[in-house]
């Protein structure tokens, strides 16, 4: 157990060397690879920092637009479902006035039935009295009837006021005074008599009465002038009285 | 113990056989370094992730205790971790010794370690600042901050020695008594003491130098912070 001074100042000196070559071979390439690895590494980690911090940013603005669509969405939602209140509204006061016309053309349809019922109704008892009548009257008429009521046409011609019986005189006129005179029953010559005279004196042409008889009238007379036609007779009466009544109903 | 035999002599210097060792240890590390640095790439082989753990497994060792700059000391406490291994490896190699066994050598890093305690001292904080520490916190402390100076200097430089010189002559000893054979569970005990010696070494080494920093920038701190 002695210190050689020869080997101890050799073994300070290979010691010195050693950690010399030691740092010129072993350390320095290593630390220097291990500081490239580390400065790759830390721009790696740079590079995905900045990636995050790009992808924040896109999901912030993506997240801002998602809340702008959003935004847009509630308004636009809002808008349509006032406009779709709207239309309801006019869609049902539409519905509403389409029921209360609805309604109004069911009333009236309604009312011109009722009417049109009691019309046909009326009528069909104005027929059917008629009809009764006519066959009262087909039973109990006879000459002294229609030679009555050849009387009386004879008086109402008189009364007429001329410019009514100036259409007839004309077409008496036109007619050569020829006159058709039916009457339902063969009339006595005296009833024809007062007759044609009554209608010489109020036409103003000499009248040439032209008889013939016709069972239909029922009683009474008929008498043609040209176009005009002259009634006085059963049939005519209980016609104007089925369609009088009608008309007046 | 024996002291290393001389081998030959170069001039008038008596080279002993633990300095061949050493020089063979040399160049092993010396030509391992640059045949394994040779093609460091950013994709590293199995050798390179080898190195790279090796070196950044002492670069962290050296930062547990100064990490302010692990580097600056790893150069030096890294080389002491690295020959001490190989050089206490090397006794089992038949036909080789230690170089750790002779005292010489052991003696050596010892100063070395005490020299680069006040070299790194100085360094980080210059004369003044670094020889102050030795009389804080009371200048009647000094012969005892000297004694340890010294005393923890021959305990390293002796403790490695002793240690490996011990566990050499053991094995020699059973190898003689107990004949061929016997001795393995010695020389694997070889190989656990070799580790643990080198790495108490180098810790210890570590910590000295961390200390002699650390020790006189303390209170240069506690001023700057007190103006």
Known sequence: MQIDTTTFVLQLINFAVLVWILQRFLYRPVLAAIDRRRAAVEKTMGDARELRAQAERLRAGYEAQLADWERERVRARGALESELATLRAKGLADVAQGVERERDRHAALAAKRETDWKRETEQQALDQAAAFAARLLERVADGALDERLAGVLAEDLVSWPDGRIAPLAEAARAFGGRVSVTSAHPLPEAARERLAQALAARLGVECRPEYAVDAMLLGGVSVGVGPWVLQANLRDELRVLAGGAAHAG | ?227
């Open chain 2, 1 to 227: 113990m024996e002291p290393h035999p001389i081998v030959f002599h170069l001039g008038p210097l008596g080279i002993s056989a633990a300095v061949v060792t050493t020089w063979g240890i040399m160049l092993v590390l010396a030509l391992a370094s640059l045949l394994a640095t040779r093609a460091l790439g950013e994709h590293p082989g199995k050798l390179q992730t080898v190195l790279e753990g090796a070196v950044m497994a002492i670069e962290n060792s050296i930062a547990a205790l100064f990490p302010q700059r692990p580097r600056m000391l790893l150069p030096f406490v890294g080389t002491l971790w690295v020959f001490l291994v190989v050089a206490n490896l090397a006794g089992i190699v038949p036909g080789l010794h230690s170089p750790t066994g002779d005292l010489s050598l052991t003696a050596a890093l010892a100063i070395l370690v005490f020299l680069s305690v006040h070299w790194y001292g100085v360094r980080a904080a210059g004369w003044r600042a670094y020889l102050r520490h030795y009389l804080s916190p009371s200048p009647l402390l000094l012969p005892f901050h000297l004694m340890s100076e010294l005393s923890r200097t021959v305990a390293l430089a002796i403790r490695l020695f002793g240690n490996m010189a011990s566990l050499e002559m053991a094995a020699l000893l059973v190898l003689l008594v107990a004949g061929f054979l016997v001795p393995v569970p010695i020389l694997l005990l070889h190989v656990v003491e070799a580790l643990v010696q080198a790495y108490i070494f180098g810790m210890l080494a570590l910590v000295y130098i961390a200390s002699g920093i650390q020790a006189q920038k303390l209170p240069r701190e506690t001023t700057e912070t007190s103006t």
